[in-house]
């Protein structure tokens, strides 16, 4: 099963231009697997800054797309906690960055749970372009109900 | 392999906690005593389980609240 951006928009509260998911290329709730896709355009308003005549992601924005991705594998594995828009908040991350993404390179992040509860996730990402990993992460984050804030 | 259950666990709980091991009490309660946040109780948590390749069911997540605790739930799972 696959998921269209306006499945992704109805459960990531981002939105452009600080949406860093196209597309969910794969879902599997019941293996905790997520893989999504995200291909930065050269129009993208940090490349003017980093780097000037050299636009490489920055690592953040990276670290972003997978946190994003995250959510959304959280979203398939626990549907109804996710159906009442908590808000979601990253707690630890843990990364690693191999080689610099550059315009026009597809992402491909796959996200594995290693345990979804109704009140927290931990997952690892790993991303790759081709066969080439270019990061790896390791999320903790909180959901929190906004009934319970 | 119980003490080894034990001294493992222990250590996964220092290195999230950053307590150091001669200090960390078993009995001292992750949250009222070590003021630990549930972030870190998801991550001590998520790293038993993969260490161990077990799943502590969701209700039970609330009762981990001391070393102790843990190990007594890793001794009964993992024979």
Redesign the interface.
């Known amino acids: 099963m696959s998921w269209d951006i306006e499945k992704i928009k109805s459960v990531l509260p981002q939105r452009e231009p600080f949406l860093f998911v196209d597309e969910v290329v794969r879902v599997d709730a019941a293996s905790f697997t997520v893989v999504a896709k995200k291909t930065f355009s050269p129009g993208e308003y940090f490349f003017k800054g980093h780097f000037p005549g050299n636009p490489i992601v920055p690592g953040v924005i990276l670290i972003e797309a997978m946190a994003q991705a995250s959510i959304l594998l959280y979203a398939a594995c626990k549907p109804e906690v996710a159906a009442l828009k908590p808000d979601y908040y990253l707690?630890?991350v843990k990364s690693e960055f191999r080689q610099p993404v550059r315009p026009g390179e597809p992402v491909i992040m796959e996200i594995k749970g290693?345990?979804m509860?109704?009140?927290?996730g931990?997952g690892q990402a790993t991303a790759r372009v081709g066969e080439n990993i270019v990061a790896k992460a390791e999320f903790?984050f909180?959901v929190i109900r906004k009934d319970a804030r | 392999m119980a003490n080894k259950i034990e001294d493992e666990l222990k250590k996964i709980v220092s290195t999230i906690t950053e307590i150091p091991l001669d200090t960390l009490k078993p009995d001292a309660d992750f949250f009222d005593d070590l003021k630990i946040d549930s972030m870190k109780a998801i991550e001590i948590v998520a790293a038993f389980e993969k260490k161990y390749k077990i799943v502590i069911p969701e209700e039970e997540i609330p009762k981990m609240r001391s070393l102790s605790k843990i190990i007594a739930f890793a001794k009964d799972k993992i024979k």
């Open positions: 707690g630890k290693l345990k509860i109704n009140n927290a931990v903790i909180g």
